[in-house]
């Protein structure tokens, strides 16, 4: 069974929306797989709500 660390680290990603606005997304460091710069990518959105939603769920 997995626990999850007494001292958990979360990791803060500074993204901006479709008008240049930035906001925070808080994460725990264990889901991100790959961070990196991205373009906006049309479409996107979608699949990012489908994974967010999963690991909602999952923890």
Request: proline share 5%.
């Amino acid at each position: 069974m997995y626990r999850r660390p007494s001292n958990p680290k979360t990791v803060n990603l500074m993204l901006h929306d479709a008008t240049d606005s930035p906001w925070q997304l808080r994460l725990s460091d264990d889901c991100l797989r790959f961070i990196g710069r991205y373009k906006r990518v049309e479409g996107f959105h979608v699949d990012a709500m489908m994974l967010f939603e999963g690991l909602r769920k999952s923890g």
